[in-house]
């Protein structure tokens, strides 16, 4: 059996919980026994949805330390048994509910899942001493792009990291009936330019740089509309912006988009724009989301911060901007908007990379070797 402990899952929505939920449905493929321990489902939208009957999946509620112990003790009982081969964490902080191995004369491969944000700016000594000791469990230490792997080198042996990129399931086609409904939900003239945002509303995202630089496009293309997917706290923030800019006729908020239809949003729009930032110790530590776009041969704009220069490579399937720079986002969406050639250039290298390179076929043997004991 292999263990999952995990703060984040599906059908929660997000990047971690798209990892984990893809890594778990991947081994589970390979003929791999997997045993999951999950946090409580946070979304009540999602929660209301959910119809989990699966015993090998457990949820912990609770206030955070209570959830931890809840964990730990039934680890405890799983390892007891003695059917654990393997344990896989999403963060250092779900190895704190790892019981000591030592107390079952056991010597397990263990590993751990490393991101960014849970990598903050100026940490104190005792949290630097947590993180170090979380990570001394592991024997593989898995950073999902060089932005993560440069973050926790300082608090392990180098010798243990195996960068994995977040890969990405066998997504669905977008079928006549679903493109339909998105050609129905824009509700726009087919020749409008289109750009798409779909993430949590937060401003690390950079919706904001976006929706700033719609004046200046919409002189060019006055069909211009931005859709935004996805709820958030920043959304309020970023409605009384378009208000202060004029520019509600070219900016839809979506809310949250279903599953079944993003295939079809994905193809329906130029550009997907996620022009990402660091805001404060919030950072892109991958940014999965440019990979679906990608699925769809749809060429992304994002911002240098993080992990983003990894799932989008500069002038070969999108583009590269400082997301702090207004006028370097502006002029290169208007790049895009007016280049049919370079989107289509850009879009097929996306689609191409995406479903070659990021493929949970490849991935998942190299968590199993790992999982085995082999690397």
Same mark, same amino acid.
Request: glycine share 8%; charged share 25%.
């Given at each position: 059996m292999?263990?999952v402990?995990t703060?984040?899952?599906?059908? /929660?929505?997000?990047?971690?919980e ?28 999602a ?21 931890r ?7 405890? $009982? ?9 344990i ?38 005792a ?9 001394? *469990? ?6 999902i ?11 392990c042996?180098?010798?243990?990291? +195996?960068?994995i990129?977040p890969p990405?399931?066998v ?10 409904e ?6 726009e ?18 919706? /904001?740089?976006?929706i ?10 006055? *069909? ?6 996805g709820?958030?706290a /920043? ?14 006729? +070219? ?7 279903p599953?079944?239809? *993003?295939p ?14 660091? %805001?404060g ?5 991958f940014?999965?989301?440019y ?19 990894? $799932? ?15 006028a ?11 280049? %049919? ?27 199993i ?7």
């Amino acid at each position: 059996m292999i263990l999952v402990l995990t703060q984040c899952f599906p059908p /929660d929505q997000g990047g971690i919980e798209t990892l984990m939920g893809g890594l778990v449905a991947a081994l589970r493929e390979a003929g791999k026994d997997v045993h999951v321990l999950a946090d409580r489902i946070r979304s009540k939208k999602a929660r209301e949805a959910a119809l989990e009957t699966d015993p090998t999946t457990e949820r912990f509620g609770g206030i955070r330390p209570w959830r931890r112990w809840l964990k730990r003790r039934r680890a405890s $009982a799983l390892l007891a048994q003695g059917q654990v081969q393997a344990i896989i964490a999403d963060s250092w902080k779900s190895l704190e509910a790892l019981p000591s191995l030592e107390r079952y004369g056991k010597t397990l491969p263990v590993l751990v899942m490393i991101y960014g944000m849970e990598f903050p700016h100026d940490m104190p000594v005792a949290k630097q001493q947590r993180i170090k000791k979380a990570l001394s *469990k592991a024997t593989a230490i898995i950073p999902i792009s060089r932005f993560s792997a440069d973050l926790a080198r300082p608090f392990c042996d180098g010798a243990r990291m +195996h960068m994995i990129h977040p890969p990405l399931p066998v997504l669905p086609e977008a079928d006549a009936g679903q493109r339909a409904e998105v050609l129905k939900l824009l509700g726009e003239d087919a020749g409008a330019p289109r750009l798409l945002t779909v993430s949590r509303l937060e401003p690390r995202k950079g919706v /904001d740089q976006v929706i700033r630089s719609l004046p200046d496009l919409v002189r060019h293309f006055p *069909k211009l509309v931005y859709y935004v997917g996805g709820g958030g706290a /920043d959304r309020a923030r970023l409605e009384t912006l378009v208000h202060e800019l004029g520019m509600q006729a +070219h900016v839809r908020f979506l809310g949250f988009v279903p599953e079944a239809l *993003k295939p079809a949003l994905y193809e329906a729009v130029d550009v997907f724009v996620m022009p990402v930032r660091r %805001d404060g110790d919030s950072v892109e530590g991958f940014g999965i989301v440019y990979m679906e776009a990608a699925y769809y041969g749809t060429p992304s704009l994002a911002g240098s911060e993080g992990g983003a220069v990894d $799932a989008v490579l500069d002038e070969q399937t999108g583009l590269i901007v400082d997301g702090l720079d207004q006028a370097a986002i502006t002029q290169q969406l208007q790049r895009l908007l007016g280049d %049919d050639a370079l989107r289509r250039r850009l879009g097929a290298a996306a689609r191409d990379r995406a479903r070659r390179e990021f493929a949970w076929s490849h991935a998942v043997k190299t968590y199993i070797a790992l999982c085995d004991g082999r690397m």
